[in-house]
């Protein structure tokens, strides 16, 4: 049912909001989830898209509901050409025609990472200033947030919910349960475009000067941050906020 007005997820129980929607909806299709969540919260929601190996999926089953549903990509300025390149021709293939940049405050930049080298130095304080700061800077007023993250991809995800409250916001992930197969699958049976870098070995794609290539057998993240020991950039953090980098607590407000 389509709610009269917005939910103050401010002030407002969102940790019992959150319990009815797993017992209710927590087994739904996605496509299902998805369309209950932007029916029953008109202009609340911000879909989080990386654009990457298959961003395509989420974002399909968005245009099919809503393709003016805000669509936030957070640009680091350090991003492959090919996923700039990609992100155009994904939005206009999809009709999708409010993608949001999402990009760093350039007096933080300047102060923090003058010389754009702070992902060799500390790449957990580089994730920070770059993609955790602008995010929670433009999720704001966004009380719900859908991402595209999946059990399989990692260790770290492998409880994800479909729904969880983070903090005041309700956050969804619609594919939390689907498998590297079905994606493939749903890709094929939509004739949906591939990022480039994906056949050229790349199967999890960020920031060019933190992701390399990844051989045959190693975990399909194994390219991110390789060597580091860092396994998340720090956007997606668990339900009670924790799972979150700290590196560089505030100093970006």
Not at 119 to 136: G, T
Not at 162 to 168: I, L, M, S, V
Request: net charge negative; glycine share 8%.
């Amino acid at each position: 049912m389509r709610h009269e007005r917005a939910v103050d997820f401010a002030t407002g129980p969102v940790g019992r909001l959150v319990d009815a929607l797993r017992l209710t909806r927590g087994e739904a299709r996605a496509q299902d989830v998805l369309a209950g969540v932007i029916a029953e919260f008109p202009d609340q929601v911000a879909v989080v898209s990386s654009f990457g190996a298959d961003a395509a999926v989420l974002l399909h089953m968005v245009s099919e509901i809503d393709c003016g549903t805000p669509v936030l990509l957070v640009d680091t300025l350090m991003l492959f050409e090919e996923t700039l390149e990609y992100q155009r021709e994904l939005s206009a293939a999809l009709g999708l025609h409010d993608v949001r940049h999402v990009r760093a405050d350039s007096r933080d930049l300047q102060a923090l990472d003058p010389t754009d080298d702070l992902h060799m130095r500390d790449p957990d304080a580089c994730c920070v200033i770059r993609k955790v700061a602008p995010l929670d800077r433009a999720l704001r007023r966004f009380p719900v947030c859908v991402s595209g993250r999946k059990r399989f991809q990692s260790s770290s995800r492998a409880a994800l919910e479909t729904f969880e409250a983070d903090k005041g916001r309700l956050r969804v992930s619609p594919l939390a349960g689907w498998s590297a197969a079905h994606l493939a699958a749903y890709m094929d049976a939509h004739d949906l475009p591939r990022h480039p870098l994906v056949a050229k070995g790349y199967p999890s794609i960020g920031c060019a000067p933190c992701t390399s290539r990844v051989a045959d057998g190693e975990d399909v993240r194994a390219g991110r941050w390789r060597g580091t020991g860092k396994v998340e950039c720090g956007i997606h953090f668990t339900a009670d906020g924790v799972a979150r980098s700290n590196a560089m607590e505030g100093a970006v407000s």
